[in-house]
């Protein structure tokens, strides 16, 4: 690629013309330059934001999908035109879709690569006037998102999910609609089932789609995420998968006839063991999410490739003793609760950053309700023997049969409460620990397992109650284990939150052994970084608006052009394989 081009281009967008021009090969650095056939969808209505496009050649139009399921075209975007540009500094959802309708060279500047640049190199912030991009919180979409963790797609069921249970209510409404006919001769009666007829079903419906939209496929720059809730069975599931472990797509077409009209289809993601497979069915076009599911795991691997490059130079700047201008971000810290007497917490933090949770108090409540009921006879019998006339001849047997049933009831307590204070869920930096014990030496389980070997998390809330106190079961599936094999924890407090500081760690471990790895890549990696600082050659760093098009002005036409290779997209193109290559 010519980077004399790819500057010229650059030096005249409106958000970059502040920039120094030692640093313009920065931002050549992380732009993607491709070629785009007609019919390709380079944004998507719905999805979150991803990059700014410049158009260097050709043509695409800006479409919306209305109300009506119809999509109507918004505008257009030709060569010397960009859109996009509020992408780079602000999170948003994709308002418009943009279909190439002429073979385009367009110039992709993806945001993550931007923040990424400005966090290593801060004096650009500045220039271009984006101090936000580097310093700002992600907007949290879903429940459980991390802080440092963008989305990139959201799939939900294809809408003949929620379709194919109307009928049911259209059957209600129908009956207490003719109802209403058969008893036109007593109009109170007619009036009442015509208001049934609107009320029942509608509310049905209202149920039926709210349970539609809550089901829904995330896939984020580290983790894939299923989230399914059934309103209606009170039953909340989440289960997640980092995208490095994503080994095998399926994407499948059931033998139904409304499947190959409506185009709908399972998708099966599967990993090193059959309990860590996530599966959703009814999903629109399964063969392009496939596509976008090994995209996104193959960005991910490249750019764990590209932080340990950035380590490496980082090394040699050390070595070499080049100054680096450095970011301050503070890591995420763990909550510590308060210190003090709280015999009743189930989850604090130790000194040594151990996350330890206990089950649901309502499991302590249920455990010690039989021996307070015990201990209060005793007292109440105590009591009786005393006052009662009838029984103060009986005084001192009354006294002694309440003292046993109070000192039982006070025993019963104490193994209760035992019982469930030793009950325990240990998450620490490499290790997942459950322990499970008895009083008296009945039981003393602890299971431990390594961070490394876990292959997903899954948390369920399953019930009324469940959902009323927010509690809930872990399942921790291991590499290369079956379901029976899993490790669970169950009713505990927030399984959500739970869930999410395990794969919160999960990633953080990985991320070290990324960064900590010596294989013959790294030590290629090392030896092309050292031969760039002798031969004084620079390296170029890590890569991983409104919608009306804007305009800039072109190079001049001496500036010759990249050389494209055919069929190289940008970054959240999905790539038009049928399987995995890998």
């Known amino acids: 690629m010519n980077e004399r081009f790819l500057i010229s281009h650059l030096r005249r967008l409106p958000i970059f013309a502040h920039v120094a021009p030692d640093q313009y090969p920065l931002l050549a650095g992380i732009a993607q330059v491709t ?46 035109q960009f859109i996009g540009e509020e992408t780079l500094y602000s999170e948003r959802i994709e308002p418009y879709s943009l279909r190439i309708v002429e073979t385009s060279i367009v110039v992709a500047i993806p945001k993550r690569a931007l923040a990424s640049l400005i966090t290593h190199y801060p004096e650009l912030r500045a220039n271009i006037g984006m101090q936000q991009v580097a310093t700002r919180k992600a907007v949290q ?54 208001g049934s007829a609107v009320i029942v079903p509608g509310g049905i419906l209202l149920i039926l789609y709210a349970d539609w939209q809550n089901d829904m496929l995330i896939i984020t720059d580290q983790r894939i995420v299923k989230i399914e ?71 991910f691997r490249s750019g764990m490739t590209s932080r340990s490059r950035e380590l ?39 000194s040594n950053g151990d996350n330890l949770y206990r089950r649901h108090l309502s499991v302590w409540g249920r455990h010690i309700l039989a021996p307070l009921i015990i201990m209060v006879i005793g007292i109440g019998f105590g009591l009786a023997s005393l006052l009662v006339p009838t029984l103060q001849s009986s005084a001192a047997v009354g006294l002694a049969v309440g003292a046993g049933l109070f000192l039982f009831g006070c025993l019963w307590f104490y193994l209760a409460d035992w019982d ?22 009945l039981q003393n389980e602890t299971e431990q397992v390594r961070l490394y070997q876990v292959d997903n998390v899954v948390s369920e809330v399953n019930g009324v109650i469940d959902h009323l106190l927010n509690r809930g079961n872990i399942r921790i599936s291991l590499v290369g284990s079956d379901l029976k094999d ?58 991983n608006a409104p919608y009306s098009a804007s305009t800039y002005t072109p190079p001049p036409a001496d500036v010759p052009p990249p050389q494209v290779r055919d069929g190289s997209r940008p970054p959240n193109i999905p790539r038009t394989r049928g399987d995995d290559p890998s």
Do not use: C
Request: proline fraction near 6%.
């Open 141 to 194: 979409i879903f429940k459980g998102q991390r802080e440092d963790e963008t989305v990139r797609h959201i799939f939900k069921r294809h809408w003949w999910a929620f379709g194919r249970k109307a009928w049911f209510p259209m059957l209600i409404a129908t009956a207490l609609i003719v109802g209403a006919g058969l008893s036109l001769h007593t109009p109170a009666i007619a009036l009442i089932l015509l």
């Open 312 to 350: 490496i130079n980082r090394e040699l700047d050390q070595a070499f003793g080049v100054a680096r201008a450095e970011t301050n971000v503070p890591a995420a810290q763990p909550v510590v609760e308060p210190r003090g007497f709280n015999p009743l917490r189930t989850h604090w933090v130790a």
């Open 486 to 543: 899993a490790k669970r924890f169950n009713t505990i407090g927030d399984p959500q939150k739970i869930q999410g500081e395990i794969s919160r760690r999960l990633a953080l471990l990985h991320e070290a052994q990324a960064s900590s790895g010596i294989s013959s890549q790294a030590i290629a990696d090392y030896l092309a970084a050292y031969h760039q600082r002798i031969t004084g050659e620079p390296a170029s760093p890590a890569a």
């Open 35 to 80: 070629r785009v056939e007609p019919g390709t969808l380079l944004v998507t209505q719905g999805q979150p934001s991803q990059a700014m496009y410049l158009f260097i050649s050709g043509r695409g139009i800006l479409t919306r999908r209305g109300d009506d399921g119809l999509d109507e075209q918004a505008g257009t975007v030709g060569e010397g």
């Open 420 to 441: 469930w204070r030793h009950d325990l869920l240990i998450v620490s930096q490499d290790t997942i620990t459950i322990i499970h014990k008895r009083p008296l030496w």
């Open 229 to 299: 809730d059934a309103l209606l069975r009170f039953e909340k599931t989440i289960n997640e998968m980092p995208l490095e472990r994503a080994y095998e797509v399926i994407a499948d077409i059931p033998p139904d006839p409304f499947a190959r009209l409506f185009g709908y289809g399972r998708i099966l993601v599967k990993t090193g063991g059959s309990a860590g497979e996530i599966t959703i069915d009814t999903m629109p076009d399964p063969k392009q999410i496939q596509r976008i599911i090994f995209a996104e795991r193959d960005s």
